[in-house]
């Protein structure tokens, strides 16, 4: 069964430092992986996904994610992080072996603090 | 805007009760969705509608019931309300039935059983 694991309840950085939240994901076939933000209560929005090619996928508001088949994992990084990153941010997978589930990981909570 | 509306956006219900959250979109998106958001699970997956005319079950469809009369609509419906299923409810649609599209999701509505 495929899953999607996000091991950081929180990340906390200071603004203009460098952010990362991780992912690591379980799938029987190749995977599709997405990243979405939710805002305070505001519906998740899409961030950015790899479904093949490059292994850096970039993405809407300078962040960008590292595709890693190795270690099964999707960290989503950004190389200075905003004040206005602060969000709740979910990692979430497709497997192309005709499923339609979209599973998503619990989410990590991102404070930036000024 | 063009976008995915939902109604209502906060309701207190009493067990026992029927309740239909509504979902309508303006994209033209074949495929709809119904999730439901609680702290520390993530997202998870109720009911899926790949077109018109079609519905299917998710993860956790006890319960709940959907409809897809037409390409816009996809109505969610808790026949007798149980506390439960108090939890953050979130409609979302994409463009195809396929592993690869994102997910455009609603504003949310939250539902308190009591």
């Known amino acids: 069964a495929q899953s999607v694991a996000q091991p950081e309840d929180q990340v906390n950085v200071a603004e203009g430092n460098p952010l990362t939240v991780k992912c690591t994901y379980s799938?029987?076939?190749?995977?599709?992986l997405f990243w979405y933000v939710q805002y305070p209560n505001r519906g998740l929005q899409f961030l950015l996904k790899?479904?093949?090619?490059?292994?850096l996928v970039k993405g809407s508001y300078g962040f960008e994610a590292e595709f890693n088949k190795s270690q099964t994992s999707f960290h989503l990084k950004k190389p200075s992080a905003l004040v206005s990153d602060s969000a709740l941010y979910f990692c979430?997978?497709?497997?192309?072996?005709?499923?339609?589930?979209?599973?998503f990981g619990a989410g990590t909570r991102l404070f930036v603090k000024a | 805007i063009a976008g995915i509306t939902q109604a209502p956006t906060s309701q207190i219900l009493a067990a026992g009760r029927r309740m239909t959250l509504r979902c309508t979109q303006d994209?033209?998106?074949?495929?709809m969705y119904w999730y439901r958001q609680d702290l520390g699970l993530g997202l998870r997956l109720i009911h899926y509608?790949?077109?018109?005319?079609?519905?299917g079950k998710g993860e956790v469809p006890d319960g709940y019931s959907v409809s897809r009369a037409n390409t816009d609509d996809f109505p969610l419906t808790l026949a007798s309300a149980v506390p439960s299923q108090t939890s953050v409810y979130f409609c979302?649609?994409?463009?195809?039935?396929?592993?690869?599209?994102?997910?455009?999701f609603g504003e949310g509505s939250r539902l308190t059983v009591l």
């Open positions: 979302a649609s994409s463009l195809e039935y396929t592993n690869t599209g994102e997910l455009f």
């Open positions: 799938v029987s076939g190749n995977p599709y």
């Open positions: 790899y479904i093949t090619g490059d292994n």
């Open positions: 979430a997978v497709r497997d192309n072996g005709g499923g339609f589930k979209t599973i």
């Open positions: 994209m033209r998106h074949n495929a």
């Open positions: 509608s790949n077109t018109a005319g079609t519905t």
